[in-house]
């Protein structure tokens, strides 16, 4: 999708230098998990607690769909990633290579 950008004006120059400084980040340094022990993540899949826990960090993250279209192009196999779990991802790529 292709947005028009207005110049940044005096009134707007804070925001635009913030907005490129947060542009600049990787998708992972803007993570909601970033500085969270990993194991949160990797949950035994009987836990449906533990499940549900890492689920919910993914539910406010900003960057939520680039870690799942990374998980997903990586064919990762374990943990939640994106807020999907092992079984949502190979749904989402059989569906994907169905619709192809």
């Known amino acids: 999708m292709q947005t028009s950008r207005s110049p940044i004006t005096p009134n707007h120059a804070t925001s635009g230098r913030a907005n490129r400084i947060v542009a600049a980040l990787s998708w992972e340094d803007r993570s909601a998990c970033r500085g969270l022990d ?4 990797y949950p035994d899949p009987d836990d449906q607690m533990a499940t549900d826990r890492a689920l919910a960090v993914c539910n406010g993250c900003e960057v939520r769909e680039h870690c799942l279209e990374h998980a997903l192009a990586l064919r990762e196999h374990t943990g ?10 190979r749904r989402i790529l059989r569906q994907r ?4």
């Open 38 to 41: 990993a194991t949160i993540f």
């Open 80 to 89: 939640i990633w994106g807020g999907a779990t092992e079984r949502d991802r």
């Open 97 to 100: 290579r169905r619709s192809a």
